[in-house]
């Protein structure tokens, strides 16, 4: 498919006015993207591999040795590393089913004719707008036990949101939710748009109940695309930092991707960290495949 | 295309032209240091500097929890947009083993500064490895973990007659870690939204550690020996236990949400009448003697960490070295600067901008005693103080601190020797992973 768009170049197009040969687009276009790729992707990812295998730390002047597997064996043998995946594991489950719970839910309520619809998805859609760290600091305020706007409209008196170690990883992932909602509320209420109604009026003319429109029309068409806002969500979810980093300091709440900052620019174990930024890698990737595997099956049907 | 290669070697021939000229002819040294007052005082001294010899001084700052990894972001690069930092008493290791650091041992023997700066701030803010004497900063900000108090309520006559009531002795500032704790728990009252305590616990850097060493060396107690990294009998030993219990206890005063709190929140206890106690680094407390920061400030006042049971007194050490960055292009501009620096008016001048000297001779002066309400609790404090561990590693020593220590004092399971054990088992691993001591 892809090299059929390349070799054949539309004779009516503008490029093709302009004399633009397929050498010359690939030349202008693919070669930079790919050279682009190649020195601030691949390079470094290559190199990092090399450096996951030693002791190397960029804060000495001692040279690297070479220690094998050692860096993953400890990394793998480390309690402390395990207890950051499971949270991590916590909060992508709470924070993805979260959002798609509460996004697809309001996408559902927009999805008719009210009025000022567009203006109300355009404010709903604000929240994810912002900048992580700046929806962390806010939400640092509305958390907080004296002065905190939650707490004093909930009237749940000094409840510690934040400081609490059972609550954090919830609390943080309560704002997750806030912020990314809208996210898959846009995804949802583009796949519900696209639902044929004759399938509906179908539907009314069997006399077919709400609950079985809804489990037999409409999630099954819009299960495709709420699959790619689930694999966005998730991918993003596994690497959160900024929000969590900001929201608390709580070890309960201490997700994968601080633990790898800490360890690579705190403490300076650049060949450790490596390690782990690899493990972190071959998890989303194990993830995102099983998610695509299951999209192109959902999309077969 | 001929053309276009012509014109953009052309320009880049430009800027690179401009980049030289400008190089040349100005004489502009960069320090950098992390974001906070002292940092403005610094450049107010640099602007001295710049009146009297036109070399401009330009202090580059970054928020504190940014600070370490801009600071060795730029080191590991090997980059020369800094000439001299003013680094952390624990980057010494990293710093002098790793190259970054121009080694400074015959400037500090031609100026004798061994005997010009207090001793203490020699040892832990220019000294590495301990003992060598080989220098690799001079000490600048001189700083120390210190306590502030609110004078109203402790003065209040109905307190007084109610806490000897309860306590059978006088409320008074606290000589030990007793009475610390007795007047903590004394004004914790959660129904009228005043608590007992501001201490430090954030985990993210030195803040927890900072906050129990306080503890630890009043009551007696070592992190471990700093010349064998011997751990084992240090920092688990008896006293180091009663002393975690003890911060353990402290945290059960502090106000509500209390568990990621450092310099901020420990003055915003005392601003917003939140706590009758608060620890803090002295640098910190000249905004709690302005009217402007504090609405509290003509009833805030300070004293020095009490002594433990023991009769001990310590305190947790703070403050930094100015070093100059071995990647500079200016070294020598650097030095001279540095020779400026060290003589004694300019180190009464940089005390009276606010800056905590460590000239010796300025802190023993009457009039540096009598220029604020804590400078006397700052000098006892400077001359028996002690720090972390500087080595290279120290990062992963801290990082294991707060791994063990945080969740126990923030309320988690265990017993406060299960935690140092296990705590000087982590130390030990990482001493032999690095060959120290074995």
Known sequence: MATTMITTLDRSSRAAARGLSDISIRNLFIIPTILFLIVFNIFPLIYSLGYSFTDFRASTNAPANFIGLQNYRDLLNDPYVWSNFAITAKYVIISVAGQLLVGFGVAMLLNRDIPLKGLLTTLLLLPMMLSMAVVGLFWKLLYDPSF???????????????????????????????????FVMLLSLAGLSAVPKHLYEAAAIDRAGPFYTFFRITLPLVAPILMIAVIFRTMEAFKTFDLAYILTSQP????????????????????????????VLIMVLAITNIYVKYLNKVKER | MRKTMT????????????????????????IFWAEWDPANYLQELGNEYEKETGVKITVETT??????????????????AYDMVVGDSQWLGAGS????????????????????????????????????SKYWAIPLEGDAVGWSYRKDWFEDPKEKEAFKAKYGYDLDVPKDFK???????????????RYGIAIYTDNSYDAMAM????????????????????????????????????????YTFTPPGWAKSFFVEDNQAITENLAAMSMNYFAFFPSL????????????????????????????????????????????EAVKFLEWFIKDETQKKWAALGGYTCSAAVLKSEEFQNATPYNKAFYETMFKVKDFWAVPEYAELLQQLNQRIYPYVIGGPGTAKETLDALAADWNATFKKYGRGQ
């Open chain 1, 148 to 182: 905190g706007i939650i707490n004093y409209a909930l009237g749940l008196g000094t409840f510690e949101w934040l400081s609490d170690p059972n609550m954090a990883l919830y609390a943080v992932a309560l704002t997750d939710i806030w912020m990314w909602s809208p």
């Open chain 1, 252 to 279: 309960t709440a201490e997700l994968i991707s601080i633990r790898l900052y800490k360890m690579a620019f705190q403490e300076w174990q650049t060949g450790r960290s490596c390690a782990m930024a690899y493990i």
């Open chain 2, 7 to 30: 014109s953009l070697l052309a320009g880049i021939g430009l800027v690179l032209a401009c980049g030289t000229s400008v190089y040349a002819q100005d004489k502009e040294l960069t």
């Open chain 2, 63 to 80: 928020p504190w929890p940014d600070f370490q990894t801009k600071a060795f972001t730029e080191f590991n690069a090997h980059g020369d």
């Open chain 2, 97 to 132: 083993t790793g190259g970054h650091y121009v080694d400074l041992t015959d400037f500090f023997n031609k100026h004798k500064l061994g005997e010009v700066m207090a001793p203490a701030t020699v040892k832990y803010y220019a000294e590495y490895p301990g003992g060598s």
């Open chain 2, 179 to 193: 009475a610390l704790r007795d007047i903590a728990e004394f004004f914790h009252r959660p129904d009228q939204k």
């Open chain 2, 211 to 250: 906050g129990f060493e306080n503890a630890l060396f009043s009551f007696g107690g070592e992190l471990g020996d700093y010349k064998t990294y011997k751990v084992d009998g240090f920092i688990n030993s008896d006293k180091a236990i009663a002393a975690l219990d003890a911060y353990k206890e402290l």
């Open chain 2, 289 to 332: 003697i302005n009217e402007a920061s504090n609405p509290n400030a003509k009833n805030t006042g300070f004293f020095a960490n009490p002594a433990g049971p023991g009769g001990d007194q310590f305190a947790a050490l703070g403050g930094q070295g100015i070093s100059i960055v071995s990647y500079s292009q200016k070294q020598e």
